[in-house]
Structure formats: structure tokens, C-alpha cells
């Protein structure tokens, strides 16, 4: 068994990636095109981002360095474990990146509209928790919902 990056090793990554997605599909095709290295960096930032969030509840040991698992529990939930891969699977797409931040970037500065020629494009609030995480590193919509259950209630204690 490899190295635990997070939440998941890289064979469970490479499953998820395997039962999730056809052999055809483009996201597939391109995180196998990857290195075991690249993988990893994309797991690694996956899992740092995951960490940023605030979540309900407390750590199980509130000595464990990371926020999972959350007591009573002592295990790590699966959704988690799918959330840094699904996280790590949209990282691994730098044009996804870009839009996301093209578009963090207008709300930044208040643009709720714009038009150029016959273009018209209003921009919309972000789903729930859209934006703030979205700034953290968590671009993937899959793992916001697999997160939810997790997210909000609670306050970071440093």
C-alpha cells in the first residue's frame, strides 16, 4: 500500500477515478495521463484545502492534525475520502481553475452585469458557500456536496 496523502492513498484515488468515470471520458483520460507525482501535489493541495474549512462538530482526538474523523466517529468518512479526489480531479484541470477565478474576480469588484456588443452576461450569487470556498482551493462541485454535510455550524479554534 503507498503513501496516505490526507485522506486517501493513491490507489484509492486512482479507483475512484476508475469507478467514477468511463474509460472514455475525458477527465479520466487525463488523470491517468498524469504522474503518480502530479497526482500527488493534486492530492496533497486537495487535502489542504479540505483542512481550510470550518466544519461542525470537533476532532474525534482533538490531538489528530487533521479535521477528520470528527467524534464520536473514529473512522474517516468515504464522502471525505471522494471529496479530495473529486477536489483533485478538477485542480488537475487549469481552464476549470480560470473560470472559477474569472468569475470570483468580477464579484470581488461588485459586477453583477456586464455586456460587450450583443454579449449580456449577469452574474448570479454563488451557490451556498460557493464563493468563499471556491477561494480555498475547493473548486470541485461534487465535492462541495459530498462536504455538506460537514460544513458550517462550527467555528475554528487555532
Request: glycine share 6%.
Amino acid at each position: 500500500m503507498s503513501e496516505v496523502v490526507g485522506y486517501v492513498t493513491l490507489e484509492e484515488a486512482d479507483a475512484y477515478v476508475t469507478d467514477h468515470f468511463m474509460s472514455s471520458n475525458m477527465t479520466r483520460v487525463a488523470w491517468e495521463s498524469l504522474s503518480d507525482a502530479d497526482k500527488m501535489v493534486l492530492l496533497r493541495n486537495s487535502y489542504r484545502a479540505i483542512e481550510m474549512l470550518t466544519f461542525r462538530g470537533r476532532k474525534t482526538d482533538m490531538a489528530q492534525p487533521s479535521a477528520f474523523p470528527r467524534w464520536p466517529s473514529t473512522d474517516v468518512p468515504t464522502q471525505i475520502k471522494e471529496a479530495q479526489v473529486a477536489n483533485a480531479i478538477v485542480l488537475a484541470d487549469e481552464s476549470s481553475q480560470d473560470d472559477v477565478a474569472y468569475y470570483d474576480k468580477l464579484r470581488t469588484f461588485g459586477v453583477k452585469s456586464y455586456h460587450i456588443g450583443n454579449l449580456s452576461e449577469t452574474l448570479t450569487a454563488p451557490a451556498e458557500g460557493a464563493t468563499a470556498t471556491s477561494y480555498q482551493g475547493i473548486y470541485s462541485q461534487e465535492a462541495l456536496r459530498l462536504l455538506s454535510p460537514w460544513l458550517g455550524g462550527g467555528f475554528k479554534i487555532v
